[in-house]
């Protein structure tokens, strides 16, 4: 742990979102390398991320009601033309 | 005409020849443009809606008046964000009128939060370690499992956590598109995208704890 801690943390997103430059991401790595609680953290943080994709596929209710609402949508001008 | 060719930049910036390509067939109300643009992003506009609202029958009454209130309005599109976006601003407006009305929105209470996250520093560090998590990182989850955390740990965010968590890491829209979609500018979306990240971890961290590590050997059983 470091005082450094909660400064390094707001900067986390850029390092998420590969925002930043090589040498700043070396920083942001080289802080989590030294400081177990920060390298938990932003692991958590992309497993965390990694939950939600993973759950993120349409179920098969979702699924269905696009299917309802795409046939239902054209039929009418379907039925006109 | 310096008005004409900003709108024509500004169009061409945001929209993809096969975009524009579908608009002027959407404008043109053939059929098969509206089912293309159904089958395309039907499946991920219902997904969302159930995760702002929770209710997987709501969720499709919501994407229908959406498509109904887009169809209406094509002729008055002209393309100034993309067709992704300008889809999941109809479902987002009319998914947080819904909740406003039946009182379930959720705001975000930035100070509470931030005084939360504050609370865990002590000058800057650390005051104890997070603790760790059970079932996750050391022993990869599966997408049942997953599954499982995240209907328990998403319904925990605010509203506005949730629709930013779900277009920019479910969808994998960019700022631009999620600042189009829910009407924010980027230092907001900064933010919002920051705090949402937080809350989910903490969410997923209430569901990873012991009493959750129970639950998921229960899901093997």
Not at chain 2, 170 to 186: N, R
């Amino acid at each position: 742990m470091s005082p450094r801690c909660a400064a390094i943390l707001a900067q986390v997103d850029a390092f998420l979102d590969h925002e930043r430059g090589a040498l700043e991401r070396l920083r942001f790595a080289a802080h989590l390398a030294l400081c177990p609680p920060c390298d938990r953290y932003v692991r958590q943080l992309q497993e965390a991320r990694r939950l939600l994709r993973l759950a993120a596929t349409p179920s098969e209710s979702d699924l269905a009601a696009a299917r309802r609402l795409a046939v239902a949508h054209a039929r009418p001008r379907e039925a006109k033309g | 005409m310096v008005l004409v060719l900003l709108r024509a930049l500004l169009t061409l910036s945001a929209m993809t020849n096969a975009e524009a390509a579908l608009l002027e067939r959407l404008q043109r109300d053939e059929p098969a443009a509206w089912r293309q643009l159904l089958e395309r992003h039907g499946p991920a506009l219902v997904a969302y809606a159930r995760r702002i609202c929770g209710d997987a029958a709501q969720a499709e009454e919501l994407v229908q008046d959406a498509i109904v209130a887009i169809h209406g309005g094509i002729d008055r599109f002209e393309g100034r964000c993309s067709v992704k976006s300008w889809l999941y601003r109809a479902v987002h407006n009319r998914a947080i009128d819904a909740l406003r009305r039946q009182r379930r929105f959720v705001d975000v209470d930035e100070a509470r939060e931030d005084a939360d996250w504050a609370d865990r520093f002590d000058g800057g560090a650390w005051r104890a370690a997070p603790p760790p998590w059970c079932g996750s990182l050391d022993q990869r989850i599966d997408a049942k499992r997953a599954l499982a955390v995240v209907e328990r740990a998403l319904p925990r965010l605010p509203t506005q956590h949730r629709e930013v968590l779900w277009l920019k890491e479910v969808e994998g829209l960019d700022a631009v598109e999620i600042c189009d979609a829910l009407g924010i500018s980027p230092a907001n979306l900064r933010m919002c995208l920051h705090r949402a990240r937080r809350a989910l971890q903490q969410a997923v961290a209430l569901e990873l704890g012991s009493a959750a590590a129970e639950a998921l050997t229960n899901l093997e059983a």
